[in-house]
């Protein structure tokens, strides 16, 4: 049995989480800066090391109490290493040091876009999670504030990135669309919600399909969005907010799940997974469920979303491995994937 702490502060939220066998979470905890970056529209990075330095410690402590286990109890430590900011890894991978050279445990970097992947692997209880239970190959599609990545996962660790993002990540859009309407931060949420009320064909608004690549663009769409909203100058009367949330949506939502479902049967895929923050909105569930032919995985909100529970699911792959980080670890903010 192995028993991981990891250790998660590549952006801005603050999390531990004691993990075993990869896969039985004993305990997850995540300190939220949203509040601290929400009257930015975004993640202001200086704040966030800050914030990541005042909660390291009483985060981890609350792992492990809330795991009732001792540091004499834990096997090994995974922390995050890249992508992310570089002043909130820094925080994140110090600490890891201190600790597991401190108590003389092994240490193990581990890559955030895996930890979104290997979410999927734990014992989350989602009506819509496969915890582990899936067969290679399979598509991954992590969608998140700061990645908007399409991979191929061969097998163990095994990933070939089919595409990605070539401006704005996916949440990035969201974040920036809902400035735009006046719907505050983080803006995923807020958009999902008005586009509940809104007609998805009331403005029309582009796709970028990039031919037959399985790559994404968003900044077209984004100038598409601050065209279409000229002519209202700064009023947001309701209906033109929710018209346009599920304009914009509908459009981010068609791209993802059109090209994740062709990407599914062209590399014969038992199933797709989705990560990210962005994997939270229901209607890109929807959308990928209606345009693939094979099982489409969704995690609960808070496996969507940063935690320190994926990078033990991740991190423990990699010890299995006898992956072992050295005192010289350094922070890769940016890091791929492959
Ligand atoms: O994974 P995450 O917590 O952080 C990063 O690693 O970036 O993702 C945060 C992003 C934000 O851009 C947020 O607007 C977006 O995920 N998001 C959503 C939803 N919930 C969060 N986007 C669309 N629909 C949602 N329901
Ligand atoms: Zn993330």
């Known amino acids: ?41 975004g993640v202001f990075p200086e704040l966030a090391s800050r914030a990541h330095i005042e909660a390291i410690v009483p985060v981890v402590q609350e792992a492990l ?15 995050t290493y890249g992508p992310g900011l570089p002043g909130s890894l820094l925080v994140g991978v110090n600490f890891a040091k201190g600790a597991a050279f401190g ?5 193990v970097a581990v890559n955030h876009l895996e930890g979104h992947i290997y979410a999927h692997w734990l014992e989350t209880g989602g009506e819509e999670a ?28 095994d990933y070939v990135r089919l595409g990605g993002t070539l401006d704005d990540a996916a949440g990035e859009a969201f974040d920036k669309v809902a400035r735009m309407l006046h719907l505050g ?38 100038t ?43 590399y014969g895929a038992t199933a797709i997974l989705l990560s990210g923050g962005v ?15 094979v099982p489409v995985y969704a995690l609960p909100l808070a496996f969507c979303t940063d935690n320190a529970a994926m990078i033990a699911a991740a991190g423990t792959r990699r010890y299995r491995a006898g992956e072992r980080a050295s005192r010289t670890l350094d922070i890769a903010p940016g890091l791929q994937l492959v």
């Open 65 to 79: 109490r809330t795991a009732h286990l001792g540091w004499g109890e834990i096997d090994a430590i995974a922390v």
């Open 103 to 107: 108590r003389g445990l092994p240490l």
């Open 130 to 157: 496969a915890e582990g239970r899936l067969d290679f190959p399979l598509i991954v599609l992590v969608v998140s504030g700061g990645h908007t990545e399409l991979v191929l996962m061969r097998g163990e660790m």
């Open 224 to 266: 598409a969005v601050l065209r279409a909203l000229r002519p209202y100058g700064d009023h947001r009367p309701p209906r033109l907010v929710a018209d346009m949330a599920a304009s914009f949506q509908a459009a981010v939502v068609e791209v993802l799940a059109t090209k994740s479902a062709r990407a599914a049967k062209a």
């Open 185 to 222: 931060y983080p803006g995923g949420p807020p958009i999902e919600k008005a586009a509940r009320q809104g007609n998805p064909h009331a403005f029309e608004l582009p796709r970028a399909w990039l031919g037959n690549s399985y790559d994404f663009s968003f900044s077209g769409l984004k």
């Open 279 to 293: 994997s939270a909105n229901r209607a890109l569930r929807r959308a990928v469920r209606e345009a693939a032919s």
């Open 1 to 41: 049995m192995i028993r991981m702490l990891a250790i998660e502060t590549s952006c801005d939220e603050t999390a531990a989480a004691v993990v075993e066998d990869g896969r039985r979470i004993l305990s997850n905890v995540v300190a939220s800066q949203v509040e601290l970056h929400a009257r930015y529209g």
